[in-house]
Every structure is written in C-alpha cells, then in structure tokens.
C-alpha cells in the first residue's frame, strides 16, 4: 500500500471522504493505528499527559517528543505520520523553530510537524516549506495556551473571537500548511472554517462537519483515569480489560497456578542432573 501524503488527504477533502486520524506515542499501538488504516498518525504533545503523567503538555520536551516520535515511525508503514512540536521548541525564534521541525524529519521519520497558533506562525510556516518541512495547523483549543485561556475552555464563540479563527484558519493555508486542526470550537464556526479553508481541517471537539477527526488513543480505550471530555466517545474499556488480566496472572502466581508444567523447559530425557546440584 502506497504512503499517504498530503495529496492524499487534499483528494479527500475534495472527494468529500473523512479523514481518520489518531495518535500513537509507542510502536505496538502505531502498528496497530496504521495497520487499521487510519490516515494520520500523530504524535501528539499529549504524550505528556497520556504516558508520561504531566499535568499538561507544556513541560514535554524536544527529546521526549523525538524519542516517541522515533517509536512510532518504527511502526508506521502507511499512514501520514506528524509529529507536535512542544511548548518552547519554536516559541523564541523562527530558527529555533527550523532546527527543532528538522529533527523530526532527519533524526525521527516525521513527515510533517504541527504547531499550536495560527497569525503569528505564518513566518516560521512559510520557512519551514523553504526548508522542505510540512506543517500541519492547530488553532482554536490549544493546550499549550492553558495558562493564557484560564483551562480547557471552548475557544470562538464571540463574535471578534470568530473572527480571528477564520483569520487564523486563512493565514495558515496561505503559508502552506497542508492541514488544519480544529480544536474545541463550536461546530457551527468550524463548518464555516472548514467550507472556506481550501486545506482539509481536522477537527477535535469541533463537529461532524470537519474534513477528518482526530482523538487521543487513550481517550478511546478509557486509559486516562478520568471522565472523558464531552467530545471524545470510549470504543472500549482498555482499563477494566488491562486491570482483570493482571489481577487474573497476580492471582495464579500468588496460588502457584503460573507457570504450569507445560509452560516449562525440561532437560532432554537422556540427560540426568548432576548429583552435587
Ligand atoms: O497532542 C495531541 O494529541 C493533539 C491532538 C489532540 C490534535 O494535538
Ligand atoms: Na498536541
């Protein structure tokens, strides 16, 4: 099967067909993201939250992001693979922002990065397409402006507010991003974004109106340890599954039920043990 790439997702965006995307942030769950024929893989900040036990994803690093990221492409055969670039990694200056995207590429096998923001990225955006660096958008809910929204609050809903996604969403593709994330906004303003926008927007907490969705792989297998977010739907109870069968291999090494005989070597039958062991 052929790679998808950003044309891929552009031709369905045209054709009318849902982009899926998700994210992995080890090789098993990579392989079976691609494997199952998701479109878009991303290796997301939220690694710090759902893996590593951050409070939020500002304190990730270049190098946790880098190490994940390397996981991932190991298990990545066709999906679009796209790496977050974390909080500091191209906020103080556009050739921070170069040299971090490019390791992405050169020391992880990312095939784009993302970055949170919209108006204010479009220098850094469009030298990253010079330095041959896809780059997907995030705007509306961006984790990495906890501090400066006050929480996970839903972004666009004045008027004004509006007004600067729209402006966001069109400075974006006009310095080349290949995709939009539309982030916990209202529905209605990401249907507008996305009748507008001529890259596909991949939605998240932002309605059924989106070219794609996207979710936290956590989030769908109930591995977050808390109540999901009113976006997000549960496709399986990944904890009571992991919880029952270590309790069960507890249980029967705690009775001396594992390992059986069977799940044991033995000596060949011509050989004895030696007398002194
Ligand atoms: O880090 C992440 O998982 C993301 C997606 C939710 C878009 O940025
Ligand atoms: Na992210």
Request: glycine share 10%; charged share 25%.
């Amino acid at each position: 099967t052929p790679r998808v790439t950003a044309d891929v997702l552009l031709q369905k965006k045209r054709a009318g067909q849902p982009i899926t995307a998700l994210t992995a942030y080890d090789f098993p769950t990579a392989r079976l993201v691609d494997e199952a024929g998701i479109d878009l893989v991303l290796v997301g900040d939220s690694v710090g939250m759902a893996v590593l036990g951050y409070e939020n994803t500002l304190p990730v690093t270049m190098e946790e992001m880098l190490h994940h990221t390397r996981a991932v492409s190991r298990g990545v055969r066709r999906a679009l693979l796209v790496a977050d670039m974390p909080y500091g990694s191209y906020q103080a200056s556009v050739e921070d922002g170069i040299r971090n995207a490019v390791r992405f590429v050169k020391e992880a096998g990312a095939q784009a990065v993302k970055i949170e923001g919209g108006r204010k990225h479009v220098d850094l955006i469009a030298r990253l397409a010079d330095a041959e660096v896809l780059v997907v958008g995030h705007i509306g809910l961006t984790p990495q402006s906890v501090h400066r929204m006050g929480g996970y609050r839903v972004q666009g809903k004045s008027a004004e507010a509006m007004d600067a996604l729209c402006a966001d969403a069109q400075a974006l593709e006009a310095a080349g991003a290949i995709a939009i994330v539309l982030e916990g906004i209202p529905r209605e303003l990401a249907t507008v974004i996305t009748a507008r926008s001529g890259v596909p927007t991949i939605g998240i907490g932002a309605g059924p109106d989106c070219d794609g969705q996207i979710l936290v792989f956590h989030d769908l297998f109930n591995l977050t340890f808390s109540a999901p977010a009113k976006f997000s739907r549960r496709y399986a109870d990944g904890a009571e599954f992991f919880s029952r069968a270590i309790e069960q291999y507890r249980d029967d090494v705690a009775g001396r039920s594992f390992p059986s005989d069977a799940e044991s070597y033995h000596l060949p039958r011509e050989v004895q043990l030696p007398r002194e062991v």
